[in-house]
Every structure is written in structure tokens, then in C-alpha cells.
């Protein structure tokens, strides 16, 4: 449920579904990769993508629930087209495996949703020995989009369609610690703050997209990259964090979301909508909110910030 939700320019919502945000629109001839796909608003963005006919690549961590989630479209969609790999973001390792087996594939790329996130998590470094929130939210994903981008710009020359790059981020790029990206104290365990991680995470998923769409531009690419807050949605990113998890969750954010916050269908919206809907043909460097444009921080679209972030990822990528 979404109270006070008023339709913007787009003619959708907040309380608008990834259903009704892509009716009528016809996905056959696409592919799209999303991660975290195995369960809550990357679940139902695989299940309607399919169910618009779009051929769906599945990167999840837990292949077994990926395959369940893919049994549950099929019954619903028996024509769907979907393949399930394996996709631990949180490692580089994992992330050049599964660029490797989607390209042995075969298969174009139109679509790339990088959806998959943590949430809050106590301080860890990841396998590359990288705070875990920014390595996985982050660092993954640009890893994976810098790995797959070839395979987009050839489809999107061959095909002639526009080629989309959709990163998932949050409001929660607000309140990132003080100097926004930690590139001198990353790994910093003693200024470790689970949330203000998290923030930093989402900024950076911003700036990334940000810059992507400039470079993308530059070069005359035919392929969009925007950024996007799905909304506040209780699902197990809720549940696994532990600034929010615990007797917290269950007791306070799950009740209250349950009136102010979104259901998933309506959290999948925005992703759905950024990804497919034709009206957004040529929009990109821009922040999604509730099926509309809206306003990221000066923070987030500070064009300095960006360039610095994309050097000091492609450092650590490589």
C-alpha cells in the first residue's frame, strides 16, 4: 500500500505495478541479464520482463532458488525464455565466470539490470579484500557492466534498438558518510558505519550510472544508463540487515510498511519501467523515483565525483 500517491508526468506512480507500467508493450527479440533475480522486486522484474516476452538471464548467488523462481514463471508464462547462472557480486572471480558463460551463450544483450544488493551489514572485506557493501553493490555490478558492454554495443548496432543499462540504488544515496566516497579509507574498520556503507554504496551506483551515460554519449553509443529508487520495500534485504533486522524488523518496519511502503509488484515498478517502457528512448544519466524522473543530491551528480569514482573503480577492477 502507497498513501498520498499522486501520478506524475509519466501518468504512473508510486502505487503503479511492473505489470501495469509495461502493459501492451511488446519485449520479444530482447534480452536482459538481471542479478539478484531469486527473490523479492528482482524476482517479479524477471517475471514480468518474461512475461513481455523478453528472454531473461537470471544472475543470482543461490542457483537453487534462481531455478525455483524459474519453474514459478514458467507455470505462469509456459513460453518464457530463461536461463539461470551463477553470480556472486561481492566477487571479481565469480563476476568474469559468469561474463564468460553468458558470452559462450551466444546470446545479444539489450537489457542490464543491476539489481542485486546488500543492505547494512557489519563490517567485512570481500574475497578481493574490499569493504563488502561497497565490493558488492557496487564495485561488482561495474565490473560486470564494463565486462558485458561490448556485448551491448554490438547488439545494439546490429539490432538497431537501444540498449539499456539500469542501476538500482536508494534514497539512501542521502546519507553516505560525510565525504561521500571513502577512497582514501575504504577498508577503514574503526570509521565503519553499517548504514553510512550502505549509502556510499547506492551513491556510488548513481555516480557510476552517471558517468556511463556521459562516456556512452561521448562516443555516440546507443545505449542508455540511469539509476533508480524502487522504493521502500520490505524484503529480505530488510530482514538480512542488521541495522534494520532483528525484533526491528519484524515489529516495527514490517508493520509499518505494510500501510507507507510499497508491496513488491509496486517496488518492481520503477525498475520495469526505466528498462522498457518507450517513452524513456534517449533519457539517460538520469534518477528514477516511483515511475518518474525525480532529484538526486548535488552529491550524486557532481560530474568531478563521477570521473574520480570511475578511475578508482577501473583501478581496483584491474
Not at 30 to 59: D, F, K, P, Q, Y
Not at 138 to 158: C, I, P, V, Y
Request: with cysteine; glycine share 8%.
Amino acid at each position: 500500500m502507497v498513501l498520498f500517491s499522486r501520478k506524475g508526468q509519466s501518468g504512473f506512480s508510486a502505487s503503479n505495478t511492473a505489470e501495469e507500467v509495461t502493459q501492451g508493450i511488446d519485449g520479444s527479440g530482447l534480452t536482459a541479464i538481471i542479478t539478484g533475480s531469486s527473490n523479492g522486486i528482482g524476482a517479479e522484474t524477471a517475471r514480468v520482463l518474461a512475461m513481455r516476452g523478453v528472454h531473461i538471464v537470471m544472475a543470482v548467488r543461490n542457483t537453487a532458488a534462481g531455478m525455483a523462481v524459474k519453474e514459478t514463471i514458467l507455470k505462469e508464462t509456459p513460453s518464457a525464455k530463461i536461463e539461470v547462472l551463477e553470480l556472486d557480486l561481492s566477487s571479481m572471480a565469480s563476476v568474469r565466470k559468469f561474463a564468460g558463460e553468458f558470452e559462450s551463450l551466444g546470446l545479444p544483450l539489450n537489457i542490464l539490470i543491476n539489481n542485486a544488493g546488500v543492505m547494512a551489514l557489519p563490517y567485512k572485506l570481500s574475497p578481493d579484500k574490499i569493504e563488502l557493501q561497497f565490493a558488492t553493490n557496487h564495485l561488482g555490478h561495474f565490473l560486470l557492466t564494463d565486462l558485458l558492454l561490448e556485448t551491448m554495443k554490438r547488439t545494439a548496432s546490429q539490432s538497431n534498438i537501444e540498449g539499456r543499462i539500469v542501476n538500482v540504488a536508494s534514497e539512501a544515496h542521502k546519507f553516505p558518510y560525510k565525504e561521500g566516497i571513502r577512497f582514501d579509507k575504504l577498508n577503514d574498520e574503526s570509521g565503519y558505519s553499517s548504514f553510512g556503507a550502505y549509502g556510499q554504496s547506492k551513491l556510488a551506483n548513481i555516480l557510476h550510472a552517471n558517468e556511463l551515460a556521459r562516456r556512452l554519449k561521448e562516443d555516440e553509443v546507443d545505449i542508455t544508463a540511469n539509476s533508480l529508487h524502487p522504493g521502500a520495500i520490505v524484503t529480505n534485504l530488510w530482514h538480512n540487515s542488521t541495522f534494520f533486522g532483528g525484533w526491528f524488523s519484524k515489529f516495527v518496519v514490517a508493520p509499518v510498511g505494510r500501510f507507507v511502503g510499497k508491496n513488491v509488484p509496486q517496488g518492481a515498478s520503477t525498475t520495469c519501467y526505466v528498462a522498457l517502457h518507450p517513452s524513456n528512448k534517449g533519457v539517460s544519466g538520469e534518477y528514477f523515483m516511483d515511475n518518474n524522473i525525480s532529484k538526486a543530491t548535488s552529491q550524486a551528480k557532481d560530474t568531478e565525483l563521477a570521473k574520480k569514482l570511475w578511475d578508482f573503480s577501473m583501478n581496483l577492477i584491474s
